[in-house]
């Protein structure tokens, strides 16, 4: 399959400010994209998703952006807290019949600075 | 239980080892999925069980990987003959058939150290 990637390994933001963090897509056949963070010595835990045929989706404090154009996605975070500090990784779903497989890029890592 | 756990958290053998890497899901999640993450890296996905059939394992690396989920519930990947590449953290997550499509709940994970 095709690699999902991320422009930046690492980004740091003063606490209270936005962060912007990017992924690209190689797989232009792609419908689906999930944004996870990972904290040190934990799992992965979901963020939000978006479909291809959407632009942008809001949740809380969090937004991603899909760019099918240039195969890009990016999840900002407002007003970002020392809780945010972590690693983030785009996936994508393969979404084959039932199957949930999902492809991760090699993440970004978040600090958050006081 | 509360989330999804893995046991052993930690585990070190040496090369040549048979090893069992236990997953007990989120109760009433048909869904389970193991992936392994080497260090530095994002998820790798191995295997997908919808309840208790293998519905892909195309992720699966070679045969010395085998996974199985004989009551729908817990699962165990068996790794055999084990090589010092098969070390890193072997994840397991579950997930609600009702819930989003990419929303796994995953564990912390057990990690593997082939000596």
């Known amino acids: 399959g095709e690699s999902v990637g991320l422009h930046l390994p690492t980004l740091s933001v003063q606490e209270g400010d936005n962060s912007i963090i990017n992924c690209a897509y190689s797989n232009s056949a792609s419908d689906y994209f999930i944004w996870y963070k990972q904290e040190s010595g934990k799992g992965p835990q979901f963020i939000i998703d978006?479909?291809?045929n959407m632009d942008k989706r809001q949740g809380q404090r969090v937004t991603v952006l899909l760019n099918k154009t240039v195969k890009h996605l990016s999840l900002q975070i407002a007003a970002t807290q020392p809780g945010d500090s972590a690693v983030y990784f785009c996936?994508?779903?393969w979404g084959r019949g039932s199957a949930r497989q999902l492809t991760f890029g090699s993440g970004t890592q978040l600090t958050v600075l006081p | 239980g509360a989330g999804v756990s893995q046991t052993p958290s930690n585990k070190v053998t040496e090369k040549g080892k048979y090893v069992e890497l236990r997953c007990d899901p989120i109760?009433?999640?048909?869904?389970l999925y193991w992936y392994r993450q080497s260090l530095g890296q994002g998820p790798e996905f191995l295997i997908y069980f919808q309840g208790t059939g293998a519905a892909d394992d195309s992720g699966l690396p070679n045969d010395r990987f085998f996974a199985v989920r004989p009551e729908g519930s817990v699962s165990t990947l068996k790794i055999q003959r084990t090589e010092r590449g098969d070390s890193a953290v072997y994840l397991c997550a579950s997930s609600d058939a009702r819930g989003r499509a990419g929303e796994l709940f995953f564990g912390e994970g057990s990690r593997l150290t082939v000596l």
């Open positions: 996936a994508e779903n």
């Open positions: 109760s009433g999640h048909t869904a």
């Open positions: 978006i479909r291809s």
